[in-house]
DNA sequence: CCCATAGATACCCTCCTCGGTATATACCCG
DNA sequence: CGGGTATATACCGAGGAGGGTATCTATGGG
């Protein structure tokens, strides 16, 4: 299983969660939208749903696919401790200087 | 030029930055911590660079590494409208609901 | 000066990913 | 049931990325 920073390597998978963010949406509008053939689309699905980026939910032959927290989630956080780089005000990188230490 | 996001999916670049949030490195020092021959840490910092994650500060033969903000920034910005997803409280999710649009 | 040290570059080889196309599967409807 | 629709899967081929090793370049020290 890819880590969610594979995942979201692929622009076609950052566009389809863009898309999902807008609410859930069927394979073949997604391949629609993007203007992109379906088995690709699916394809490309599978490897979101299998890392958890999105859940599908059947509807007899179609398939609803929503977008879900908790890969995104770990990127995030993953982001966290570098923060302070960018928001450079000094309570924050006061804050930052006081839990800094050595990843091991 | 690689996304930020291309950059951020090997695992050994994602190491490597995070060593520098400890300081500036040079390029031996950060071989050495990572176990990895001295070339390989050499290619991925050029990558690091290429793509601003990075800047580099010659002393004499030696190459002193330090952490950049702007494309860690880039990721945190297209994670912002994602994190009504986690973040699911009620403020915040009016306020995504106010913001929410079909991205085009 | 010459050697040692630090780092970058070049080259090779393998593997994996991605898009494309064709085909299979599931399900509804008439 | 038969055809059509919606989606998944299989297979292929090309391209690129990554690690390994050898070598080049630059610089300081003896």
Chains 1, 2 share one sequence.
Do not use: C, N
């Not at 088995?39 to 032959?61: T, W, Y």
């Not at 927290?69 to 006081?98: C, F, I, K, S, T």
Request: hydrophobic share 45%; charged share 30%; proline share 10%.
């Amino acid at each position: 299983m890819p880590t969610p920073f594979e995942v979201l390597a692929l622009p076609l998978r950052r566009e389809i969660l863009d898309r999902l963010r807008a609410g859930p949406r069927l394979v073949g509008e997604l391949a629609a939208e993007l203007g992109v053939a379906q088995p690709i689309v699916s394809k490309q699905l599978k490897i979101l749903r299998d890392s958890g980026f999105v859940a599908v939910q059947p509807d007899a032959q179609r398939r609803r696919y929503a977008l879900r927290p908790e890969p995104l989630a770990a990127v995030a956080d993953w982001l966290e401790p570098y923060r302070w780089l960018w928001e450079r005000h000094l309570d924050r990188l006061g804050a930052h200087l006081d839990t800094m230490e050595d990843p091991s």
